[in-house]
């Protein structure tokens, strides 16, 4: 399968700074990638979608401002945990897909854990 | 809305046993199906899926079929050994999009 990673693998922050994270396609290019939270013991939710060139489409609940991603190119995405609290401390996640029929599923990194202190 | 319920864990098995983990859901319309695994260390990994109903996915000895009359896609395997422990998830899309919905995962572990 097709591989992503996601950078940094875990990161404290200090409560009113900014953490950004990368996910990277390695050998594909990545029309849409996807951004996911998981609190302990709960399911991944989904925050946002993004397609390389365009704005983010944030599902309902997600303050836009406070998490800014950005799809650059084709095999980078960011996400962007401005302003940092400790209710922001999570496991965050991101997949991402190619139109191609060959790479038709989703395929995730490794994910981030987020400490906020 | 969609979501996705899913067998608490977690699961403590001995090799060779049997291993389901129930999985039900809600979605309108015809979702599709999924099962991901996530193996210590590393990102979620597609185990197999279902797109419509009756539809039987499988793979690593796994199976799980797709029940519309049940809204239900229950994951079985046979003989369990102790590389599959991992955790395990179900979930949903609503289209071939793949912005899915997931259960809570569960933590199976296989013991020799």
């Known amino acids: 399968g097709a591989v992503v990673s996601q950078h940094p693998s875990w990161v404290i922050c200090k409560s009113g700074t900014s953490v950004k994270i990368e996910c990277r396609s390695l050998?594909?290019?990545?029309?849409?990638m996807f951004w996911y939270r998981q609190f302990p013991k709960q399911s991944l939710m989904l925050m946002a979608t993004s397609n390389e060139g365009s704005k983010a489409t944030y599902e309902q609940g997600v303050e836009k401002d406070k998490f800014l991603i950005n799809h650059a190119s084709l095999t980078l995405s960011t996400l962007t945990v401005t302003s940092a609290h400790p209710e922001d401390s999570s496991f965050y996640i991101c997949s991402a897909r190619s139109e191609g029929k060959r790479l038709a599923e989703a395929f995730f990194g490794q994910g981030t854990r987020l400490t906020v202190v | 809305g969609n979501s996705v319920t899913q067998m608490e864990g977690p699961v403590t098995l001995s090799e060779e046993a049997f291993l389901t983990i129930n999985c039900t859901y809600t979605a309108t319309g015809y979702p599709s199906l999924f099962w991901y695994v996530q193996y210590p260390g590393e990102g979620l990994q597609l185990l197999l899926k279902a797109t419509k109903a009756d539809d039987k996915g499988s793979n690593k000895g796994f199976e799980a079929t797709y029940r519309k009359e049940t809204t239900s896609f229950h994951l079985e395997k046979g003989s369990v050994q102790v590389s599959d422990s991992a955790v395990y998830f179900c979930?949903?899309?609503?289209?071939?999009?793949?912005?899915?919905?997931f259960g809570a995962g569960t933590t199976v572990t296989v013991r020799a």
């Open positions: 050998d594909f290019q990545a029309t849409t």
């Open positions: 979930a949903l899309s609503r289209s071939n999009d793949y912005k899915l919905s």
